[in-house]
């Protein structure tokens, strides 16, 4: 008796629709693995092992897709795909030890293969460099390195954008590279103008809220190398770089008494800290990823003069910053899913990570 399994008509592959054989791994027509994952959008099971599927050409979701993290000192972040993405390719870490507060969050470059692991692999070991004490440099550096060890070739190569912020003592110490954002979030009023020196979306800014450099300002110091000279920001002025970089009027120098945190009700206003690496048509002009090459940081340490949060984010928050009032009430994790409501409410374009650090007595 022959007992040759033959094709039947009920069973098919998936991506050629080819008869196939009970109990075969492969289509013998085009070789697509059976009993592959479900395509979360077409209902197929013909996701590869990169995650695509084959029918639809959809990239599946993953874990990361909404993510809230929080620390016991108050520290929270939030990432989401948004509503445009079909993947979360932002990466966050948030991590507290004794004395320290170390924040990070990268930002795949999407026009990169596997941004999202650029990202992940960015935020895990810089987060453990600088839990351990490395400089802002030195975690850059083996962030770099892991990222760029990710890349079978120049034209595979994974990439994202890096903010690192570490709270410790009272002192801020930021480093970046790319459009990944860091703002300071206090009580104030609306500015009657704003900065014409900041080509950015401009948010509220406090003219009244106080912090000052802590030591010498690195970011003139260490610029990003091998960028194109027509594409890149063009740098700072000397007095510039000597302080924060504003959204809207220049808070005064000076150092004031530590006030207490904002009462329910009243308004915070941001400040941004941080110069995006980025031309003025808005590409990005720095990242992590073994075909930029030697990439360098740029490096900010500053001392807030009263209570306030330290907002650490990707652009798709803070492309939608123009004209927002943030919240003022609640925990920092309510406030980071207030200002995730937000970025969706106003089209969610882009994947989008927030992390708040409250500092002084502000929402401790």
Not at 4 to 33: I, M, W, Y
Not at 295 to 309: A, D, N, Q, S, T
Request: glycine fraction near 10%.
């Amino acid at each position: 008796m022959d007992h040759t399994a033959a094709p039947r008509a009920d069973v098919r592959c998936p991506v050629c629709e080819a008869p196939v054989l009970t109990g075969d791994a492969f289509c013998e027509a085009c070789g697509h693995p059976l009993g592959a994952p479900s395509c979360t959008s077409c209902g197929a099971p013909a996701v590869d092992a990169d995650g695509y599927c084959e029918r639809c050409g959809l990239r599946q979701p993953t874990g990361r897709d909404h993510t809230e993290l929080t620390l016991d000192n108050g520290t929270a972040g939030v990432t989401d795909k948004g509503l445009r993405r079909s993947r979360n390719e932002d990466a966050m870490a948030l991590l507290s030890t004794d004395t320290r507060t170390v924040v990070l969050v990268c930002d795949g470059v999407g026009s990169s293969p596997r941004a999202d692991e650029a990202s992940a692999a960015a935020v895990e070991t810089a987060c453990a460099a600088l839990a351990r004490g490395m400089s802002a440099e030195e975690a850059f550096d083996l962030a770099g390195r892991a990222v760029g060890k990710l890349a079978t070739s120049v034209d595979d190569a994974p990439a994202c954008t890096y903010v690192s912020a570490v709270v410790e003592g009272g002192r801020i110490t930021l480093g970046w590279a790319g459009d990944s954002r860091a703002y300071w979030l206090s009580p104030g009023v609306r500015p009657a103008a704003k900065d014409p020196s900041v080509g950015t979306q401009p948010v509220n800014a406090d003219p009244t809220a106080g912090i000052r450099p802590a030591g010498p300002d690195l970011t003139a110091a260490t610029p990003p190398v091998n960028t194109d000279p027509a594409a890149a920001t063009p740098p700072a002025d000397a007095e510039s770089t000597a302080t924060t970089r504003p959204v809207g009027a220049q808070p005064p120098a000076g150092t004031r008494p530590a006030q207490a945190g904002p009462p329910p009700g009243v308004r915070l206003t941001g400040i941004q800290l941080t110069e995006d690496d980025a031309a003025p048509t808005g590409e990005i002009t720095a990242w992590l990823g073994a075909d930029y090459g030697d990439v360098r940081p740029h490096v900010r340490v500053l001392e807030p003069e009263h209570p306030g949060l330290l907002l650490v984010c990707s652009d798709g928050l803070w492309r939608y910053l123009d004209g927002y009032t943030f919240p003022s009430t609640g925990s920092p994790l309510d406030m980071a899913r207030a200002m995730l409501r937000h970025a969706l409410d106003s089209g969610g374009q882009d994947n989008v990570t927030i992390v708040l650090i409250p500092l002084g007595d502000a929402h401790g």
